[in-house]
């Protein structure tokens, strides 16, 4: 039976993950119906800076957790084009029982070109996935 997740313990501040890619012609924004412009997607990074938080504590979960994303906030400050290598890093800043907070950057090869906030919650993966599909009946 699913079970509740209580306070998350393994987790501390500081912790940090990263992803790195190569912009790629799908990782644009003329991809997100932005035509013409050819420089790295917000979307993307959004979803590179999810990744980064989801690495920075996947090994620290107890078997049966997951953590969803819950709230970021983006600042894309910088363009990245096509061909350009984008580091992403997160950081734990703060730890509430089931509630992680991150603090993140993205730097391409030449300059710091995004900051985001990203909240996550860890949660019994089975628990959760029940919800889901309980509404998944009300799909047509």
Sequence with gaps: MPGKVGFVSNVSVGQIGSVEHVVRPEHAADRFENAGVTVLA???LCHWFESAAVRAIAHELEPGE???GTRISIEHFKASPVG???RVESRVVAVDGRR???EAQ???E???VARSTHERFVVDLERFLAGVEVKSSHVP
Aim: glycine share 0%; no cysteine.
């Design 84 to 86: 350009m290598r984008v």
């Design 42 to 44: 917000t979307p993307v």
């Design 100 to 102: 992680i907070t991150f």
């Design 66 to 68: 997951a953590s969803v």
């Design 106 to 108: 993205a730097i391409d």
């Design 110 to 112: 030449t300059e710091l």
